[in-house]
T-cell receptor, first 115, second 115 residues
Framework: DAGVTQSPTHLIKTRGQQVTLRCSPKSGHDTVSWYQQALGQGPQFIFQYYEEEERQRGNFPDRFSGHQFPNYSSELNVNALLLGDSALYLC??????????????FGSGTRLTVV | AQTVTQSQPEMSVQEAETVTLSCTYDTSENNYYLFWYKQPPSRQMILVIRQEAYKQQNATENRFSVNFQKAAKSFSLKISDSQLGDTAMYFCAFMGTSGTYKYIFGTGTRLKVLA
């Protein structure tokens, strides 16, 4: 049973550029959340997608946007990259319908370095 | 706003011994979920144990158990018979139930199991 798959695993971008990160949720899961984990910190919630709509958003600027596709996979887009966007970006999937308390399944993340 | 505090940045324990990781949180909600996640060098966040706030009984998963003190807003993780594979970052996470779907993570505790 495939878990959460993220691509790419590592990425180096130049300040000002744009980046797209991808996530395939665990089989059977319909909800995808994105988190940013800076070095030495706990993950911070960016947003969550369900039924192809952004259901909840954390305290991140509009430069961070996302999308969910009919097959439940998701993309995270970041525009006008800043040095401070360098972090590990984690995708987490779950099955809604009242099962959120059972916990999310995380991928191994994409390490983004902005130079 | 909810907060999660892990006051032990680093801990070490001898193999086969017991170690306890601390976590405190702040919330005005009466019902919520608490989690401990493990993040090894592979970067994937792995769910260790979960606790529902309305359940008085402390959760247990094999060698892992929690001490949940709701009035004190404390949620510590006890690892018994520590193994080398337990070496990782451990994150405490809170999820409310009032129309929110995000985790709030602590800053983590780096645990090293010594041979």
């Amino acid at each position: 049973d495939a878990g959460v798959t993220q691509s790419p695993t590592h990425l180096i971008k130049t300040r000002g550029q744009q980046v797209t990160l991808r996530c395939s949720p665990k089989s059977g899961h319909d909800t995808v959340s994105w988190y940013q984990q800076a070095l030495g910190q706990g993950p911070q919630f960016i947003f969550q997608y369900y039924e192809e709509e952004e259901r909840q958003r954390g305290n991140f600027p509009d430069r961070f946007s996302g999308h969910q596709f009919p097959n439940y996979s998701s993309e995270l887009n970041v525009n006008a990259l800043l040095l401070g966007d360098s972090a590990l970006y984690l995708c987490a999937s779950s099955l809604t319908s009242g099962r959120l308390g059972y916990g999310y399944t995380f991928g191994s993340g994409t390490r983004l370095t902005v130079v | 706003a909810q907060t999660v505090t892990q006051s032990q940045p680093e801990m070490s324990v001898q193999e086969a011994e017991t170690v306890t990781l601390s976590c405190t949180y702040d919330t005005s909600e009466n019902n919520y979920y608490l989690f401990w996640y493990k993040q090894p060098p592979s970067r994937q966040m792995i769910l260790v144990i979960r606790q529902e706030a309305y359940k008085q009984q402390n959760a247990t998963e094999n060698r892992f158990s929690v001490n949940f003190q709701k009035a004190a807003k404390s949620f510590s993780l006890k690892i018994s018979d520590s193994q080398l594979g337990d070496t990782a970052m451990y994150f405490c996470a809170f999820m409310g139930t009032s129309g929110t779907y995000k985790y709030i993570f602590g800053t983590g505790t780096r645990l090293k199991v010594l041979a």
